[in-house]
């Protein structure tokens, strides 16, 4: 299986919004609502910020929101903060009953 | 609070099988879909795959023929073992809680990192 497509980088300043792109094909991302973001910083395990495209857990902060159309899935960061800098991936459920990661992406908060 | 913790040897030699155990508190491991991740430095997430509390199991394709897990519910912790490790298999291996057949992580270990050398 191969891994979900992310940009590399994004970059923000603090109050600004912004957006990451993970696209997959029809086999996953493409065929079922099962996409979940990740954030991880630096050493640390990653955090579920997003499940099922749009639900957020129970604590995560509603500045985080995700949306779907067609095989790409995004994660928006709305009032961009500080702590908000970190690795983002995205996950998707596949055709296979598996579960493939995106590559990542860098979120620097400028 | 659910907490997953991985325990196992921090070195293995080429060749060998690495083995890793993720001790569940807080929560009983007669449900959800109990999974291994792992990430080598400076490199993306990899799912290795999941086993269920029935023991029903779904692996990496890439990682399907040197993959075994293993759950022990008496003992609330479940297991990976990775055959014919190389350099490659040198990773920080996670322990998470799928939640639902869609996968979710809800929960995860701290990690475990992994060395391959001789």
């Known amino acids: 299986q191969s891994a979900l497509t992310q940009p590399a980088s994004v970059s923000g300043s603090p109050g600004q919004s912004i957006t990451i792109s993970c696209t997959g094909t029809s086999s996953d991302v493409g065929g079922y609502n099962y996409v979940s973001w990740y954030q991880q910083h630096p050493g640390k395990a990653p955090k579920v910020m997003i499940y099922d495209v749009s639900n957020r857990p129970s604590g995560v902060s509603n500045r985080f929101s995700g949306s779907k159309s067609g095989n790409t899935a995004s994660l928006t960061i709305s009032g961009l903060q500080a702590e908000d800098g970190a690795d983002y991936y995205c996950?998707?459920?596949?055709?296979?009953?598996?579960?493939?990661f995106g590559g990542g992406t860098k979120l620097t908060v400028l | 609070q659910v907490q997953l913790q991985e325990s196992g040897p921090g070195l293995v030699k080429p060749s060998e099988t690495l083995s890793l155990t993720c001790s569940v508190s807080?929560?009983?491991?007669?449900?959800?879909?109990w999974t291994w991740i792992r990430q080598p430095p400076g490199k993306r997430l990899e799912w290795i795959g999941y086993?269920?509390?029935?023991?029903?199991?779904n692996y990496n394709p890439s990682l399907k023929s040197r993959v075994t897990l293993s759950v022990d519910t008496s003992k609330n912790h479940f297991s990976l073992k990775l055959s014919s490790v190389t350099a490659a298999d040198t990773a920080v291996y996670f322990c998470?809680?799928?939640?639902?057949?869609?996968?979710?992580?809800?929960?995860w270990g701290q990690g475990t990192l992994v060395t391959v050398s001789s």
């Open positions: 086993i269920s509390y029935s023991g029903s199991t």
């Open positions: 998470a809680r799928g939640n639902g057949i869609q996968l979710w992580l809800d929960y």
């Open positions: 807080g929560g009983s491991i007669s449900s959800y879909y």
């Open positions: 996950s998707s459920f596949t055709s296979s009953s598996t579960l493939v």
